[in-house]
């Protein structure tokens, strides 16, 4: 099973700011990496496929990057509705994985 | 455009089969890129995938689970199930159903709660 780590465990950022995300997988997963963003209540909504497109609808301030074991979630200028947790998700290998999440909050 | 919404007890009892209904609107569920998958977030806790199923009948279980775990569907009626035997306290958490496209997951139903509790 690869193992997916994320950090920082929490950020704080002020609104405005940029807001960089680390994934890391015990192994290679080329480029086949997901983020999603959950707010309190909600289902996960699907930020990034493939590890830097952007899914339908996602604003331009988000971006991804990486490949094999390293990527990057990066928010480049926080808006108020971007404090959630942010997960990434591995699917070049059964079992599908996710990382534990990186809670952004307001500093 | 595509929802899904999960359906099924909020309570279930110890031992016994916790079984849920993911029905879609807004969209084919027979398509050939797509894996309708069953994914699980305990209370205050992160995401674990439990399985998915293609419409062809082709299913893909997580191992931890894989045991208890079974996952169908009905094309018919736009459907997939999922029944996970043997349940424990460990077992509760909200069940979420969604679309898998080349097993990223989007978009997703909104969650169901489930309880084991006696």
């Known amino acids: 099973e690869i193992v997916m780590t994320q950090s920082p465990a929490t950020l704080s950022v002020s609104p405005g700011e940029r807001a960089t995300l680390s994934c890391r997988a015990s192994q290679s997963v080329s480029t086949n990496l997901a983020w999603y963003q959950q707010k309190p209540g909600q289902a996960p909504r699907l930020l990034i496929y493939s590890a830097s497109p952007r899914a339908t609808g996602i604003p331009a301030r988000f971006s991804g990057s990486g490949s094999g074991t390293e990527f990057t979630l990066t928010i480049s200028s926080l808006q108020s509705e971007d404090f959630a947790v942010y997960y990434c998700q591995q699917y070049n290998n059964w079992p599908l994985t996710f990382g534990v999440g990186t809670k952004v909050e307001i500093k | 455009q595509l929802q899904l919404q999960e359906s099924g007890p909020g309570l279930v009892k110890p031992s016994e089969t916790l079984s849920l209904t993911c029905t879609v609107s807004?969209?084919?569920?027979?398509?050939?890129?797509?894996?309708w998958g069953w994914i699980r977030q305990p209370p205050g806790k992160g995401l674990e995938w439990i399985g998915s199923?293609?419409?062809?009948?082709?299913?893909y279980y997580n191992p931890s689970l894989k045991s208890r775990v079974t996952i169908s569907l009905d094309t018919s009626k736009k459907q997939f199930f999922l029944n996970l035997s043997s349940v424990t306290a460990a077992d509760t958490a909200v069940y979420f159903c969604?679309?898998?496209?080349?097993?990223?997951?989007?978009?997703w139903g909104q969650g169901t709660l489930v309880i084991v509790s006696s």
């Open positions: 969604a679309e898998g496209y080349y097993n990223w997951f989007d978009p």
């Open positions: 199923i293609h419409y062809s009948g082709s299913t």
């Open positions: 807004g969209g084919s569920i027979s398509s050939g890129n797509y894996r």
